[in-house]
């Protein structure tokens, strides 16, 4: 079973900061997405990457995956309120296209 | 992305009973998956569903408890059989088409 961390568990910050989310493994992915997901409610994809060192940006989100395909991080500038939420990461291992793993989410909690 | 419909929303069902979740989606689509979702945290894999065939299921988890249908590309259904406490969850179904999509879930729980 490949691992995916998510870092940090919990992130509280005020409207216009800005803040970063990371998601770790030791194994390799074909693909990477990232979801956010309210209460009540099932995760909304944000975002796809397939190739190492892919950057993309998505109005105040950018989203990147690492060189090695190991690593992605998600990036918020000037958080706002409607930014709170379950922020998810999931990865596709080789070979098994169509399913994948999820890391434990980060709460974000964006305050006015 | 296709859209999901999955009922019901929420149930409270009694240990030893069974219930059947479904999801329909708007179009077709090549997979649908099933997960299971602790509040407030992350999403395991319960199975794929196979269209015409039997699912495909993951570590830990069992035909016999979670039997799956999947008639056709647009619908599949998961039943967890004879429920426990422990089986209080949130159950969320997912399809992939041109993108994947997610049901809004099923939270239920067990007394």
């Known amino acids: 079973t490949q691992l995916l961390e998510q870092s940090p568990q919990f992130l509280s910050i005020q409207e216009g900061e800005n803040l970063t989310v990371y998601c770790n493994s030791s194994?390799?992915?074909?693909?990477l997405q990232w979801y956010r997901q309210e209460p009540g409610e099932g995760p909304v994809l944000l975002v796809t990457v397939v190739t190492g060192g892919e950057v993309k940006k998505l109005k105040r989100l950018t989203f990147q995956f690492g060189d090695a395909r190991k690593d992605s991080s998600l990036h918020i500038t000037a958080a706002q309120p409607g930014d709170t939420g379950l922020y998810l990461c999931?990865?596709?291992?080789?070979?098994?296209?169509?399913?994948?793993?999820f890391g434990a989410g980060t709460q974000v909690v964006v305050t006015p | 992305s296709a859209v999901i419909s999955q009922k019901p929303s929420r149930d409270i069902c009694q240990r030893g009973t069974s219930l059947t979740i479904q999801c329909q989606v708007d179009s077709q689509v090549t997979m649908m998956f099933w997960y299971r979702q602790q509040p407030g945290q992350s999403l395991t894999l319960i199975a794929t569903?196979?269209?015409?065939?039997?699912?495909?299921?993951e570590s830990g988890f069992v035909i016999d408890k979670f039997p799956i249908s999947r008639p056709n590309l647009t619908f599949s259904t998961l039943t967890v059989s004879n429920m426990s406490p422990e089986d209080s969850s949130i159950y969320l179904c997912s399809a992939k088409g041109a993108g994947y999509t997610f049901g809004s879930g099923t939270r239920l729980t067990v007394v």
């Open positions: 194994s390799v992915f074909s693909s």
């Open positions: 999931a990865g596709s291992p080789p070979d098994s296209w169509g399913k994948f793993q």
């Open positions: 569903a196979n269209q015409g065939s039997e699912a495909t299921y």
